[in-house]
């Protein structure tokens, strides 16, 4: 039903993508490209990434209800689809009531709302995703979109939102990795990622206690524990088996993001890890 997808995806900011690098993921054999952080809702980057490939599904992972209204981001939909037909997968959500303040006091009734404006301007249920951590989104996920794209989750959480959104509801969690054999040197890459603002948000906190993570794995930039559940580390072997968890739990496709060293080439790890997941 998502083959379009793949298995594998990256998950990276718009700041860090570029249409040359694209190209380079296309030819490595990821399946798709999410664009992280809040996307603008004119989407002229994924149509840009869009333009530079071929076979290349881009997804936003999200656009934010609070920033962009449903119109204009439906009107950059359809742009996309009348160009790249069933390449683009439209990822939205509700944000973080710390970034939102006062207008965050019913984002559920927000969210529901704006997917109606999305039906109205006719942006299809199967080219849209949610952004999902607790049951209440990801049944919604599951009746008014695709299907979830859980994000800073684990494979229990995976385990977890498979057996509520049922069979058939496309589950796509992300994933942070990091490619060093050395655990003190991949935490101190994965932990200020997570620490900030992540450890800072309720949502993700609340969504990690109900994963069993207590008050004292969140505090201090997070627990080792914590770091470990949430950054997958290792060579790229180790990695590429931590990303398969996720499958194993129930996951159709992972959005994998690769932290690197400030100033590293992440091609080198893209390459290492495609080498590792795809043969």
Known sequence: MFDELGKIGIWRSAAQL??????????????????????AGDLRLAE?????????????????????????????YHRIEAR???RFLLGIGVGHPEAT???YAKPYEALVGYLDELDAAQV?????????LGPKMLKLSAERAAGAHPYLTTPEHTRKARAILGSGVLLAPEQKVVLDTDPVRARSIGRPVVAKPYLGLVNYTSNLR???????DL????????????????????????????????????????????????????????RALFG
């Open 101 to 103: 303040g006062a207008r």
């Open 124 to 132: 299809p249920i199967g080219r849209r995703v949610l952004a999902a």
């Open 48 to 76: 840009q990434l869009l333009d530079a490939t071929t076979r290349l599904t881009v997804a936003t992972g999200i656009v934010n209800i609070w920033k962009d209204a449903a119109e204009p981001v439906a009107a950059s």
């Open 219 to 274: 505090a201090d930039g997070g627990s080792d524990r914590l770091i470990d559940a949430l950054v997958a580390h290792g060579d790229a072997g180790t990695v590429a088996a931590g990303i398969s968890e996720h499958l194993n739990a129930g996951a159709d496709h992972v959005a994998v993001q690769l932290l690197t060293s400030p100033g590293d080439d992440p091609v080198a790890g893209f390459t290492a890890l495609a």
């Open 210 to 216: 109900s994963l069993g993570y207590t008050d004292a």
């Open 84 to 86: 790249h037909p069933g």
């Open 18 to 39: 570029s249409p040359e690098l694209a190209v380079t993921l296309e030819r490595l054999g990821y399946g798709a490209i999410w664009i992280g952080g809040s996307p």
